[in-house]
């Protein structure tokens, strides 16, 4: 089934009701999405497509991702959809051809596997808390803590999952906060800061994402 087929999931959460929270209990992070532009929930359950376009994405500019992802489809004639079995069966100088690295190539092939083996399943995965949702993703080749974040994020639509380790949301929070902070001492300030979004934390990561518009590390859409 086509990905642009797909119906959206109903909203898990009531978006007006999570800004009025977030821009309560946070003052300086209410204006920054009274600046922005709406953010409206985008669930939907073709885990397998949202997780092949995290890997796709990781590490290179928002721009350049959509670039190759937009290739990497067309491997895939007529409806541009990557099944399982032709994404296996296709040869790493053919998908190395469409932008992605060699290692890309062999991270693409391992969730198809993990797919095909039917350990992608959405109503197993949806009832899983973070940490074993986590464990369970990052049991596949070259995915790691982020990427599982991210399918959490906008794949799930999940509303109360934070990504301290993700460069964007250090740089929003920087700017928006004036942290000076690195590394640990960073990330422990961010998650001091996040405390206050709960249950919402998502949408927060959302925004700050936008803030930055520079179109570099911002994960897209999946």
């Known amino acids: 089934m086509s990905f642009a087929n797909l119906p959206p999931s ?18 300086q992070l209410g204006a920054l999405i009274a600046r922005g532009r709406e953010i409206k929930p985008a669930a939907h359950e073709d885990l397998y497509l949202a997780l092949l ?5 990781q590490q290179i500019s928002t721009k350049a991702a959509a670039a190759v992802w ?6 895939f004639p007529p409806e541009g959809y990557p099944e399982p079995r032709d994404l296996l069966q296709m040869d790493d100088d053919t998908l190395r ?6 290692q890309k190539a062999g991270y693409l092939k391992a969730i198809a596997e ?11 995965l949806t009832s899983l808390d973070e940490e074993a949702f986590t464990r369970h993703l990052t049991a596949i080749r070259g995915v790691g803590r982020w990427t599982a ?9 999940q509303p109360d999952v934070f990504s301290e380790g993700d460069l964007g949301v250090q740089n929003a929070m920087r700017r928006l906060y004036g942290l000076e902070e690195t590394g640990r001492a960073l990330q422990k300030r961010m998650l001091h800061i996040a405390e206050a979004w709960r249950p919402y934390r998502t949408l927060a990561c959302k925004y700050l994402w936008q803030s930055l518009d520079n179109g570099t590390q911002i994960p897209p859409t999946v």
């Open 10 to 27: 109903l909203p898990s959460y009531d978006l007006q009701a999570a800004i009025a929270h977030l821009s309560a209990a946070d003052p």
């Open 53 to 57: 376009r995290a890997i796709v994405s």
């Open 70 to 75: 937009k290739r990497f489809l067309a491997l």
């Open 97 to 102: 051809g469409a932008g992605l690295s060699r």
């Open 114 to 124: 993990y797919n095909e083996r039917g350990l992608l399943d959405y109503d197993h």
């Open 149 to 157: 974040q991210m399918l959490q994020m906008f794949a799930l639509d």
